[in-house]
């Protein structure tokens, strides 16, 4: 048995008042997965623990079976791992969006979507004026890029930017929750405070105003930690060889760190426009080698985080029919049986923008399982899944237990 996870990031919700009191999951036309629902099983997955904020780091290591609270060491040091980075002792490393600050209030968490190019223009010269010895900045994707704090502490209080959109920056800026930690707040502090001052001078920004856009005018440092101690896929489950599949550091970096060979797509961008078929047919490729493959599919959480309800449908759309359709035609003609499973990590509802604690609905279609009586796919109507409500490794041992040998392979 070989196995695929198809995680669309952010893609459960909320029924929404102007849709008839849908989600965008039942709004949109899936016609595959609804396929997978009716010919597999289905349930509902905690990906959050109680006392955690439910952020894509915390989500995704609970989805591939992690303790979270035991390993999670912050979202910078799970991408400074995808770009390379290494962290020494004493290296405290953070996510550090561009973002896009109007008057006092934080516009968005992403300096609306800012090329790579652009982007980087903009981390070299926070190097150049703002980086030291003891300060680092390193290039990532659009606005996710990462500082390293020599010889910081962690014990800080911040808030994600896409946690709080249109509310007062000023209010939610770094804070020391012990007192070994206030300089390294100050510090962050200051940087960001010089960043505003620095930022909309150059002309990147200069250039994006003029043309109508958002500019990048403030950095955001976030999520600090140090470098983790995880163990493997192969250590926790005895998968021998994997592989993950994600145009997003964070993702990248928790297979690193999982033991998982990382796979880069060329035009993967994490966005709608993302290269969906070319993300598939990496997925397939790459089961050849090996045991299980973890795609991930950003484009329904940034959807979600601008609050775009027909985007965010759309993008389950294109998960459907550009994804979903051809792992499963693909599949059927190996020589061996392959399970796939679908679900996001963490809802990302469209009325509120940010994600929340709710348990996420899931589909494991084994060849030679008998199906439950789901239907199709949604938040509700996996509810009658005969998974149940799964927490913790429940669902990562469900998708790895063997169906019983001897029924008929179709798809």
Known sequence: MKYIIVLGDGMADEPLENYGGKTPLQMAAIPEIDRLAKLGRCGQLMTVPEDMHPGSEIANLSVLGYDVPSVFEGRGVLEAASMGVKLEEGDLAMRCNLICVEGENIKNHSAGHISNEEAHELIDFMNEKLGSKTVVFHKGVSYRHLIVIKGGKKQLACTPPHDVPGKPWRNYLIKAVQPEAQNTADLLNELIAKSMELLPQHPVNQKRKAAGKDVANS????????????????ELFGIERSAV??????????????????????????????????????????LKEHDLVYLHIEASDEAGHEGNVELKTKTIEYLDQRVVKYLVEETAKMGVPVTIAVLPDHPTPCATTVHTKDPVPFIIYKPGQEP????????????????????????????MEEAPAGLEFKV
Not at 219 to 234: A, C, D, E, R, V
Not at 269 to 277: A, H, Q, S
Not at 372 to 399: H, I, R
Request: glycine residues 12%; negative net charge; without cysteine.
């Open 219 to 234: 950095i955001w440092p976030w999520s600090p930690g140090y470098k983790p101690q995880m163990p493997t896929l192969k």
């Open 245 to 286: 599949i994600s145009a997003v550091d964070l993702i990248q970096g928790i297979g690193v760190y999982a033991g998982m060979e990382v796979i880069k797509v060329e035009g993967a961008t994490g966005l709608y426009d993302t290269n969906y078929e070319g993300k598939a047919e990496a997925t397939i490729n790459a």
């Open 372 to 399: 439950d009586e789901v239907k199709a796919y949604d938040e509700f109507t996996v509810q009658k899944g005969s998974y149940g409500l799964l927490k913790g490794n429940e669902f990562m041992k469900a998708l």
